[in-house]
Every structure is written in C-alpha cells, then in structure tokens.
C-alpha cells in the first residue's frame, strides 16, 4: 500500500543513518554542548528524494531546510523549507512529468517585537493514485468494475494548487488568537468505471448530484479560533500541550460548495523518566454543508489533515479508505532519545524512536447508526513504530512503519504503511 510519497526519502534517510557510524564527537545528551551554540546562527539541513515504481516511473528530487536563529527568538526567527519532487516516466503515452509535489513554507514566530507569529505555505501536488473507497466507516472495498483490472478501482487522479496562512496573535498568557486563511484550485478527475465515476453519477429524487467535488473549482476559506501552547519545546517536545479550537468556512466556484466545519486537535506530552515521552493526541473534526469528497477525508481547521489514513492520521489505513463529515482520531506515541546528541562533519545529529497505536472513526452522517458506518464500535486502527534524526534543532526527518488490517485492501501480503516525512507527528 506504500505510494512514492510515503516512501520517497526512505533511501536517503537510512543512508544518513548509516553514515552516522563515521568518526564523531558525542555532546552529554539533553546537558549544554560541550561547545555553547550561537545564538545567532543558520542551520542547513536537506535530503535528496529518490523513489518511484512502475505506476509513476522515477522520481526524484530533493528536501531542504534552513532555519535562523537570533537572540531570544523563540523557536527560531524564521524557518524555509522546500520540497520539489517529480516523477518521469516513458511508456505508451510517451515520456512526461507524471506525479508532482512542490511545497514551500515559511514559518517567522517573531514579528512585531514577538506578539505576531505568521506561518505561510504553499503547494502543488499531482497524484496519480490517490485514494477514494465511497464515503462511510463500513463500506467494503471489493472491485468490482472493469476498472478493477488497471489497479485504479479506488483511485482518481487529485491535482492541488493551494496557499495557506495562520497568524497567531500572542498574549501574556499560553493562550494565542488565531486567524486562518485557505486559497486553493481543485482539478481532480475521475477514471472511467471507478468508485469514485460510479459515485459521482449518482442523482438524488430531484436531479441534483448526491456527490459533490468532481468538478475544477477555486475554494477560499477563511478560520479563526485559539491555540493554548504550553510546549517546552517545538522540536521534540518533553512536556506541556498544544491545543488548536477553531472554526472555519469554505466556499466554492462550482457545484455549490460551500460547508462549514469546527475542530478541536488536542496534544498531550509528558515525560518518563530521563528517556521517554508519553504522547498523545485527540483530533475531532465536524463538517456541515455542501462538502467535496476530498475534503470529507480531512480535518482540522487551521492545518486540514488526512485523518483515517495517512502519515498525519491513522498510520497504517490506506489513504482516503474512509470519509465522512464527522471524523474522530486518537494517537498514542511512546517517543525516545536513548542516544547522546553526536557530530558529523559539524552537523549536530541526535537518533530517536516512536512506538505508536492510532486509531478512529469517520461518519458519514450526524448518525450513530446509518448504512454507510456499520452498526458496530467500528474502530479503525494502526500499530507500528519507527525512528527519527534530527539534525540541529529544527529539522527532523522520520521513517515509520504500521500495520492496519484495513492494508489488506491494497496489499494483501504485505498489509502495512511506509511513511517518511518531515517533523514528528504531532
């Protein structure tokens, strides 16, 4: 079930690791430096991405990260990371760009003498693969359409363009003001005889589309909320909360979209012991309105997220396997840093582990019982763990590996998720 997303900087990633075996100076774990930092420094990190397999060809690309740090600037005084990678491919249809995905953010926590924190963000993604089974917590995923026969029964072709931007406004307190605004273009397109073709033909008694979102359109949302943020540390955190309450409208070009939704994603850290970290996360997510499909697979306010499924949600479920307006998510991680902080070439590098269980549920409807959700608990789950480097302070890189028994959907010998991404979970 791994998509070349998911696994993109795997290579990359254990080739550093193997590096770290290299000659190199140990620091005395979480205690100072044997060298004090300065306070006023960059750090460079970055990986290249090579993956790919017989769907999409080639891909390839790179990551990067450069963050600044000056004075009493907390975290950082700013933070850019890039990602460009693409993938090649020749076959029947020539030689072309297939899969896309291009991001740019940057975070500055600093403004306005500290009292204004604004994080902007844009992408492009183009995907190939991506998933859609039917909206509910209960559907089965049996093919059957000719479509099944190309492996694209339950995938459709996602195309995003999307700027994003949360100013947090600071007080004297832990608890900051919110605002959020979402621009985006959606152009996905459905591949004839799939899930998501025979769906989107569907009528209601008075003509009008039961599944909305097959159309391109522009979207804007606009969010506006609190985050309570007690967190000793944004990097790996060791104790404190990050709670993220908000609401937030979206409309539409076509079709008539236009929802609303409110989101509560609470995090939990606390330590045990010199070594581990008890983490847990809880993120609910409540749409009401005229919703696209894609974004019944998301939630949360400020940052949508795909939830069951995904790297950000429940790890180890294919992605897009389940949607609904109502989406439920709880995450439970046992994180670790047995190992001293170390040099290589100047680069200060420290190991880590996560050991995680994540598990949720979607509705379809505001239902406890309906057709489409099953009439049962109905908890989907992921199990797994994995490891993390983070090289300096603010980049972080991890590679984690899950299994669900809803993986058994896309592979049936092998039911589990590879996912590398940037920063921890949560």
Not at 94 to 115: E, I, K, N, T
Not at 245 to 259: D, F, H, K, L, W
Not at 350 to 374: E, K, M, Q, V, W
Request: glycine share 14%; with cysteine; hydrophobic share 40%.
């Amino acid at each position: 079930m791994t998509s070349p997303d998911q696994w993109r900087l795997a290579g990359a990633f254990f080739a550093v690791i193997a590096a770290l075996g290299a000659p190199c100076r140990a620091d005395e774990g979480e205690l100072p430096p044997a060298r004090a930092l300065d306070r006023r420094r960059y750090e460079l990190a970055g990986f290249p991405i090579v993956g790919g397999n017989s769907d999409i060809g080639l891909q390839l690309g790179g990551a990067l990260t450069l963050t600044r740090f000056q004075d009493e600037a907390r975290p950082y005084f700013w933070n850019l990371d890039i990602l460009l990678s693409g993938s090649l491919k020749d076959d029947a249809n020539g030689f072309r760009l297939v899969q896309q995905s291009h991001v740019v953010r940057l975070d500055a926590p600093d403004l306005l003498s500290g009292r204004l924190r604004v994080d902007s963000r844009g992408s492009f993604q183009r995907t190939i693969n991506a998933g859609y089974y039917g909206i509910g917590n209960a559907l089965p995923a049996e093919a059957t359409s000719a479509a099944a026969g190309t492996g694209r029964f339950y995938q459709y072709l996602q195309q995003e363009g999307r700027l994003r931007t949360i100013a947090r406004i600071h007080t004297a307190t832990p608890v900051d003001l919110a605002l959020g605004g979402i621009l985006r273009y959606e152009a996905p397109a459905a591949y004839s005889g799939t899930k998501l073709a025979q769906d989107l033909a569907v009528r209601g008694a008075d003509g009008a589309k039961t599944l909305v979102g097959g159309d391109g359109a522009a979207l804007a949302g606009l969010s506006a909320g609190i985050m309570i943020d007690t967190r000793d540390s944004e990097f790996v955190t060791r104790r404190g909360i990050f709670y993220q309450i908000g609401v937030g409208a979206t409309v539409g070009s076509a079709e008539g979209i236009a929802y609303g939704e409110a989101s509560a994603v609470l995090a939990h850290y606390a330590p045990i012991g010199k070594t581990f970290v008890f983490a847990t996360r809880l993120v609910a997510s409540f749409e009401f309105g005229r919703v696209p499909f894609y974004d019944q697979e998301h939630g949360g306010t400020f940052e949508p997220q795909d939830l069951l499924g995904s790297e950000s949600g429940v790890r180890g479920v294919p992605f897009g396997r389940y949607a609904g307006l109502v989406k439920m998510v709880a995450n439970i991680e046992i994180r670790s840093t047995p190992f001293r902080r170390f040099n290589v070439l100047g680069q200060r590098l420290r190991i880590g582990t996560t050991t995680f269980l994540d598990a949720g549920r979607a509705f379809s409807r505001y239902a406890i019982i309906s057709p489409a959700d099953g009439d049962t608990l109905g908890l989907k789950y992921g199990v797994g763990g994995g490891v993390f480097l983070q090289w300096g302070e603010a980049a972080i890189f991890r590679i984690e590996v899950a299994y669900s028994p809803d993986a058994v959907d896309e592979n049936p010998s092998l039911p589990i998720g590879i996912y590398v991404a940037d920063g921890l979970m949560f």
